[in-house]
């Protein structure tokens, strides 16, 4: 009965987080979280701004834009990309792929690239939030983020590319999977 | 069977049932190796059992204000080693550089860190339980 049970409750899923920073002198940082363990402490922690498993986000205008019903337009709309601002060094993607929310962000370095052949330099940032766990995280009043309502909802995510950072020297990753070790 | 006999087996037998009790709560074991020519080498290994009672033992004025500062921080500590303690065993944290290593794993009750740096190797691994048991001890 008890392996019956064993076999129902779903696999634990971790948070991963891999930072490396590039060249022979490189440090390296690998993070594997539980995210069962981050949904029992969160609720615990009593900081300044920081309580039950929300922020509070003072001093941000959050409260003069309703951030869930644009959240809310976008997932009922059609897949596309909603907002593309291009500049000279920076480049700037909002789109809608499926239930995800994808934002990309390319910013170039002073100077870089202009070799014939040269790879593309400088930072790319890629962030991929479901529209679940984006709704989680803005569910509590317009002023606060509940970080616990989204790590729950990332739960439900079997895996889960969260954000990707690369630029020249370093590279960061997020991600969730039902795996304890980063790779 | 004497009297001398009857109170040997139960001193046997309350050895056996206490040392029973003192593996099945873990140990907790430091171990610093310094590098140098010269370093020195320092080894410890305390039954888990003892640590909140060595915690009780510690002075109050030593404390001064630790119970204000750990206090608030009891039950996220209670919850995380509680937590850990159910989760699979593997690293939680790993550093590499060129200058220190630093591991953090779990393993069965246990957390264990290892840190290898160009001075010293320091391991420390204790049972989850007994450490949210000696800092709740020092947070009274």
Redesign the interface.
């Known amino acids: 009965m008890f392996a019956f049970a064993a076999l129902a409750m779903p696999a634990d899923r971790w948070i991963h987080v891999r930072v490396t920073e590039s060249g022979p002198d490189g440090d390296r940082v690998r993070i594997n979280i539980p995210l069962s363990l981050a949904e029992a402490v969160l609720p615990t922690i009593k900081a300044d701004k920081f309580c039950k498993g929300k922020v509070k986000l003072e001093g941000h205008a959050f409260d003069q834009v309703d951030l869930r019903a644009i959240l809310e337009a976008v997932r009922k709309a059609q897949d596309n990309q909603y907002v593309t601002v291009e500049s000279k060094h920076e480049n700037v993607e909002v789109a809608k792929a499926g239930e995800f929310l994808r934002i990309k962000v390319h910013e170039d370095r002073e100077g870089a690239g202009k070799a014939a052949g040269a790879q593309k330099a400088g930072s790319t940032v890629d962030i991929k939030i479901p529209f679940k766990v984006a709704n989680a995280l803005l569910s509590g009043s317009s002023d606060e983020l509940d970080v616990l309502a989204a790590i729950r909802a990332l739960g439900e995510y079997p895996n889960l590319e969260l954000v990707t950072v690369n630029d020249e020297n370093d590279s960061v990753r997020i991600w969730v999977d039902s795996s304890n070790y980063a790779d | 069977m004497t009297t001398g006999m009857t109170l040997l087996g139960g001193a046997l037998g309350l050895l056996v049932v206490g040392g029973v009790f003192v593996y099945s709560e873990g140990a907790v074991r430091v171990d610093v190796r310094e590098k140098t020519r010269n370093g020195e080498h320092i080894h410890l290994i305390v039954p888990a059992v003892v640590l909140p009672v060595a915690a009780r033992l510690v002075p109050r004025d030593k404390l001064k204000d630790l119970p204000r500062k750990i206090g608030?921080w009891l039950?996220?500590i209670k919850?995380?080693s509680?937590?850990?303690a159910?989760?699979?065993?593997?690293?939680?944290?790993?550093?590499?550089?060129?200058r220190e290593h630093v591991r953090i794993h779990k393993l069965g009750r246990s957390l264990f860190i290892d840190v290898d740096s160009e001075e010293e190797t320091v391991h420390v691994s204790f049972p989850l339980q007994a450490a949210a048991d000696a800092v709740s001890q020092l947070a009274r």
């Open positions: 608030p039950p996220t919850v995380a509680e937590e850990l159910r989760c699979p065993d593997g690293p939680l944290v790993e550093v590499d550089s060129n």
